[in-house]
């Protein structure tokens, strides 16, 4: 069974600080997604890494994808009360490489960003 | 371009009773995939439709089932229902095949059992 231990699970921080949340499992899977989800909505796509090694940048937003393909991070630079919400990291496929299928999700961090 | 659209936005509904949630894919996907979300918890995968077929299922009983139809639109169903079954249910889109497993999720049908 695939699984993906996320954290820390609560960030609580003040606007302008730099934050990092981590995605680990001892699975490898074909790739990676993260979300952001606001109360009462579905999660929005953020960004998807395939290759081993590969950091992606969205703006204040990196995101880099472990070269074994087991773990993930997203890093915040200058967080802004904007970024509050909840960030899910998801994987998709395996070692096998099939094209469809499920994504398995992390447990989330939820994000503050207090003014 | 439309996204994915989920009904009905809010469900209450009692032990024992059966219930539908329905979902439109973004315009030009075929795919759809359920997830049921918990209170503070990531999003667990139900199963997948696929050319009107269940394609992948994940570890939820033989009471959830559902259904594609020909304009890939799909139907959850969920029968005898529990106090536990109260989540968020989530619909997502992809286009097959979908090497890089990007889905595109709706906004949800938030499902309430008393």
């Known amino acids: 069974t695939q699984l993906l231990e996320q954290s820390p699970q609560f960030l609580s921080i003040q606007e302008g600080e730099n934050l990092t949340v981590y995605c680990n499992s001892s699975?490898?899977?074909?790739?990676l997604q993260w979300y952001r989800q606001e109360p009462g909505e579905g999660p929005v796509l953020l960004v998807t890494?395939?290759?081993?090694?590969e950091v992606k940048k969205l703006k204040r937003l990196t995101f880099q994808f472990g070269d074994a393909r087991k773990d993930s991070s997203l890093h915040i630079t200058a967080a802004q009360p904007g970024d509050t919400g909840l960030y899910l990291c998801?994987?998709?496929?395996?070692?096998?490489?099939?094209?469809?299928?499920?994504?398995?999700f992390g447990q989330g961090t939820i994000l503050t960003v207090h003014p | 371009d439309a996204g994915v659209t989920q009904s009905p936005t809010h469900l209450i509904k009692t032990r024992g009773q059966q219930v539908t949630l329905r979902c439109s894919p973004k315009s030009g996907h075929d795919t759809v995939s359920w997830y049921q979300q918990a209170l503070g918890q990531g999003p667990q995968f139900i199963f997948q439709?696929?050319?009107?077929?269940?394609?992948q299922r994940g570890n939820f009983p033989d009471r959830f089932s559902g259904h594609q139809f020909p304009n890939y639109s799909s139907e959850l169903n969920v029968n005898a229902l529990l106090l536990g079954d109260s989540a968020l249910y989530l619909c997502a889109s992809s286009l097959d095949p979908t090497p890089t497993y990007e889905q595109y999720f709706g906004p949800g049908t938030r499902l309430t059992v008393t």
């Open positions: 699975s490898v899977f074909s790739s």
């Open positions: 439709y696929y050319e009107e077929e269940e394609r």
């Open positions: 998801a994987g998709g496929g395996d070692a096998g490489g099939t094209s469809y299928g499920k994504l398995t």
């Open positions: 890494v395939v290759t081993g090694g």
